[in-house]
C-alpha cells in the first residue's frame, strides 16, 4: 500500500551537494514506527546504508558518511530529503529511499515493495 519516490537532480559536479527528495504516499511518516531511509548502490558494487529518519524526527547517518550527510523532513508534504555534500565520482549511484524496520537498519534490507524505484545519480564535471 505504502509507495516511495525519489526525485531530484541526476547530475551533479564535484564538490556540490547532492540533494534528493523522497515523497511518501500511502503512510505517514511520524506514524508506524518506522526508520525513513536512504540506501545507494554504486555500480558494480552492493547496496550501502546511508542513514534514515524516524518516525520522531531522530536522524542517524551511516559513520563512513555522516560527515556529509544531512537528512531531512517535511511532514506536512509527507516527504524526507537526502543533502549529501562534497560530492566526488565516487559518490555516483542509484540511490533509494525506503521504509525500515525497528531492528533491521543495517542488518536486513527491506522487502521490494517498502523501496523507491531508485533515481540514478551521476557525479561528474
Known amino acids: 500500500q505504502v509507495q516511495l519516490q525519489e526525485s531530484g537532480p541526476g547530475l551533479v559536479k564535484p564538490s556540490q551537494t547532492l540533494s534528493l527528495t523522497c515523497t511518501v504516499s500511502?503512510?505517514?511518516?511520524?506514524?508506524?514506527?518506522?526508520?525513513w531511509s536512504w540506501i545507494r548502490q554504486p555500480p558494480g558494487k552492493g547496496l550501502e546504508w546511508i542513514g534514515y529518519i524516524a518516525y520522531n524526527g531522530i536522524t542517524f547517518a551511516s559513520p563512513s558518511l555522516a560527515s556529509r550527510t544531512s537528512i531531512s523532513r517535511d511532514t506536512s508534504k509527507n516527504q524526507f530529503a537526502l543533502q549529501l555534500s562534497s560530492v566526488t565520482p565516487a559518490d555516483t549511484a542509484v540511490y533509494y529511499c525506503?521504509?525500515?524496520?525497528?531492528?533491521?537498519?543495517?542488518?536486513?534490507?527491506?522487502?521490494?515493495?517498502?523501496w523507491g524505484q531508485g533515481t540514478q545519480v551521476t557525479v561528474s564535471s
Open positions: 500511502g503512510g505517514s511518516i511520524t506514524s508506524g514506527y518506522y526508520y
Open positions: 525506503a521504509r525500515v524496520k525497528d531492528g533491521e537498519y543495517g542488518s536486513s534490507w527491506p522487502k521490494r515493495e517498502y
